[in-house]
T-cell receptor, first 106, second 114 residues
């Protein structure tokens, strides 16, 4: 069954580097999308692609079936839910992970 | 502001009723996606349209249906509503629906079924 897996929660302290891991079992998915979601607001795309990439404080690692989102110098305001998604079938389908809730201690 | 609009923002209705959620994609985007986010659940992909035609189906119940109109706006119809249908419903759009195309999300419609 095609699935995307990510931890349900991750906790960190301010200033640290947080890593959120994701892997999938979708044989014909080659890209990863990482979204930030504050409950009640629209999810926002952070990074995406089929190779390691960086957007500001957000880094994405890439392996064929796994990716990590690295958040540098994490802040309390980064506490949110982070979704990993794997588009496939030419983008016509996307499977989202269940989301990882990030807790940040001051 | 993503450029994707959804109406209404909030909707409260009773079990057994039918509602219609509306989405207007970003200008120029041909593909529209619908997602459901229930309490403490991740985003669940429901259905995708491209230029008026259904392209992909996810975990969409038979009680739910959608369509994309010639002007590219889309509507998600939810019928015979149950308490468990209470959720945030997001619409997203992308230029061409390809897997390298970024999806831009609307603000969502919060549906409460009582």
């Amino acid at each position: 069954k095609d699935q995307v897996f990510q931890p349900s929660t991750v906790a960190s302290s301010e200033g640290a580097v947080v890593e959120i891991f994701c892997n999938h079992s979708v044989s014909n998915a080659y890209n990863f999308f990482w979204y930030l979601h504050f409950p009640g607001c629209a999810p926002r795309l952070l990074v995406k692609g089929s190779k390691p990439s960086q957007q500001g404080r957000y880094n994405m690692t890439y392996e064929r079936f796994s990716s990590s989102l690295l958040i540098l110098q994490v802040r309390e305001a980064d506490a949110a839910v982070y979704y990993c998604a794997a588009p496939f079938c030419g983008g016509f389908k996307t499977i989202f992970g269940a989301g990882t809730r990030l807790f940040v201690k001051a | 502001d993503s450029g994707v609009t959804q109406t209404p923002k909030h909707l409260i209705t009773a079990t057994g009723q039918r509602v219609t959620l509306r989405c207007s994609p970003r200008s120029g985007d041909l593909s529209v996606y619908w997602y459901q986010q229930s309490l403490d659940q991740g985003l669940q992909f429901l259905i995708q349209y491209y230029n008026g035609e259904e392209r992909a189906k996810g975990n969409i119940l038979e009680r739910f249906s959608a369509q994309q109109f010639p002007d590219l706006h889309s509507e998600l119809n939810l019928s015979s509503l149950e308490l468990g249908d209470s959720a945030l419903y997001f619409c997203a759009s992308s230029v061409d629906g390809g897997d390298r195309s970024q999806q831009y999300f609307g603000p969502g419609t919060r549906l409460t079924v009582t």
